[in-house]
């Protein structure tokens, strides 16, 4: 098919500069990311009774751990040298490993605090598809995570340096960093829907979560063509991402069949589930 002649430019630089300082976009884009998921945890946490602070608390400790394991995840998987575990900017966050290191770490920093741990599950998830969100225009600033050759209205123009040596004739490309970030804004908002509908347990929007972006993750992968390591000639996020859809269904399916009301056994005081209710959808993401 024949589309009008489009697309979208890529910037010309990845650096904001202020007189001698340089901001990298990336960078800032991540940073962005984890505020908004913050602000969005506190807001719903504070929605359910809690207060905004336990969120702050949690974070101090989640989000760094994010940023390591997301690290040593693409450092790991892509068979990068030592000297490289620091050049952060340079881009490179595996997020299955900032996932499963940073949930991992604010479960035990909720757990500390004496939080009840389902209803602030509850509380953070939506936010962390908005922090992913965010995170991926940074991709964008850096002309990477991208498709297959298209000719798309909404192709992303990439400079020749970065093309793979197979396209180098080709201009626009697939924006599968946008891809992904529709995908998980969309998915902030289907969990917020559902959670505000009460047919979940306490706790079951990590694991509704990891289903739904292991889906977009394993769709998105099929478009890239960056280099990545393959097992048996499949990438290995498709077969991390695979993984969690299987897993996260599985556990889904048996929650539903137990009977407990809750995903996690409260650990703290009660919180108020009603008041998730309390605003609707816009207020939720807005943390104004």
């Not at 050759?149 to 004739?169: G, L, S, Y």
């Not at 201009?171 to 959670?195: C, K, M, Q, R, V």
Request: with cysteine.
């Amino acid at each position: 098919m024949s589309w009008p002649v489009a697309s979208i430019p890529s910037p010309s630089s990845n650096q904001l500069e202020i007189g001698p300082l340089q901001l990298n976009y990336y960078g800032l884009c991540i940073g962005l990311g984890v505020v908004a998921a913050v602000l969005i945890g506190q807001r719903r946490w504070a929605a359910r009774g809690g207060n905004p602070a336990d969120i702050s608390y949690v974070a101090t400790w989640a989000v760094p751990a994010g940023l390591v394991g997301a690290r040593a995840y693409h450092l790991i998987t892509d068979w990068r040298p030592i000297e490289d575990w620091l050049k952060v900017w340079e881009g490179g966050l595996g997020i299955p490993g900032g996932l499963g290191l940073g949930i991992l770490v604010g479960y035990w920093a909720a757990k500390r605090k004496g939080l009840d741990i389902g209803n602030a599950i509850d509380a953070v998830i939506p936010g962390i598809p908005v922090a992913q969100a965010i995170g991926r225009v940074g991709n964008w600033f850096n002309q990477e995570i991208f498709g297959r050759p298209t000719d798309v209205p909404w192709a992303v123009e990439i400079d020749e340096r970065f093309r793979p040596a197979a396209f180098t004739d080709e201009p626009t490309f697939h924006p599968a960093f946008l891809y992904e970030a529709l995908w998980n804004l969309g998915l902030a908002g289907f969990l917020i829907w559902i959670d505000r509908r009460g047919v979940l347990k306490k706790g079951m929007l990590l694991p509704l979560y990891v289903l739904g972006y292991g889906i977009g993750r394993f769709v998105v992968e099929g478009v890239r063509i960056d280099a990545a390591t393959l097992i048996f000639g499949i990438r290995v996020n498709h077969w991390v991402s695979g993984g969690a859809v299987l897993i996260s269904a599985v556990a889904l399916i048996l929650l539903f069949r137990r009977g407990e009301p809750s995903f996690f056994a409260a650990t703290g005081p009660d919180q108020d589930d009603a008041g998730s209710d309390a605003s609707d959808l816009v207020d939720d993401l807005d943390p104004g």
